[in-house]
């Protein structure tokens, strides 16, 4: 399977509990986005990694919420005390980056939070 | 800051073909313009992209106007399946396009 793995696909939480978000890019990606979906909404950009660096965070809420892409395992979205309003799908894609032929991302399937 | 503007929804006859416009009338000339849709509750999916010819691949044609400043996307037999909301984005490079903010789409209903 070559595709873009999330987990898990859906995560419930309790206000004030931490979720983390897990995303393994496709084989021989290292960019890695990640997007927030809310109810009814478009998707919106967060945060833009790649191996061990943050390369753009200007989509990423202040406070709560961190994001790696370490040298090893995939990549990890953090959102520390959650609020009913993190409540949405988290979507994370790859690309090889520049240089390649497919400038296509891939997304993965998403991650359902849902705060209770 | 929209880059692009879409029509909010359309309906297509099944086996007919889909017509998708987007409006990217500020584009610049190292832009792109790129195609995503989501099917409800999937990831997104690449469609295609383009940045002065036409293209085409096996899921759909890019029509791009001579003057860049709009575009459609050409599903050539719509089904079913394609019923999705198609995004329309404008980038100068794909890292750039991974970081848009994918707005509000065309959600196309295909109708049996």
């Known amino acids: 399977n070559a595709g873009v793995m999330q987990n898990p696909r859906h995560l419930v939480r309790r206000r004030g509990q931490e979720a983390r978000l897990r995303c393994s890019p496709m084989?021989?990606?290292?960019?890695v986005y990640w997007y927030r979906q809310l109810p009814e909404e478009g998707l919106k950009f967060m945060v833009y990694?790649?191996?061990?660096?943050?390369?753009?965070e200007s989509g990423m809420p202040k406070e709560r919420f961190s994001a790696e892409f370490p040298k090893e395992g995939p990549s990890i979205l953090r959102i520390q005390q959650v609020v009913r309003g993190d409540s949405a799908a988290y979507f994370c894609a790859s690309s090889a980056g520049t240089g390649t032929a497919n400038y296509g991302y891939t997304f993965g399937s998403g991650t359902r939070l849902t705060v209770v | 800051d929209a880059k692009t503007t879409q029509p909010t929804s359309m309906d297509c006859a099944e086996g007919r073909a889909a017509n998708l416009p987007c409006n990217h009338s500020?584009?610049?000339?190292?832009?792109?313009v790129y195609w995503y849709r989501q099917i409800h509750s999937q990831g997104p999916q690449y469609i295609i992209h383009g940045l002065k010819n036409n293209e085409t691949n096996e899921m759909a044609s890019l029509i791009i106007t001579e003057d860049r400043k709009s575009s459609t996307l050409i599903l050539p037999h719509a089904t079913l399946r394609d019923t999705a909301v198609y995004y329309c984005?404008?980038?100068?490079?794909?890292?750039?396009?991974?970081?848009?903010?994918f707005g509000d789409g065309t959600t196309l209903t295909v109708k049996p």
């Open positions: 500020t584009i610049s000339g190292n832009e792109y």
């Open positions: 990694l790649q191996k061990e660096n943050i390369i753009d």
């Open positions: 084989k021989g990606h290292s960019h």
């Open positions: 984005i404008v980038s100068e490079s794909p890292e750039d396009a991974g970081k848009s903010t």
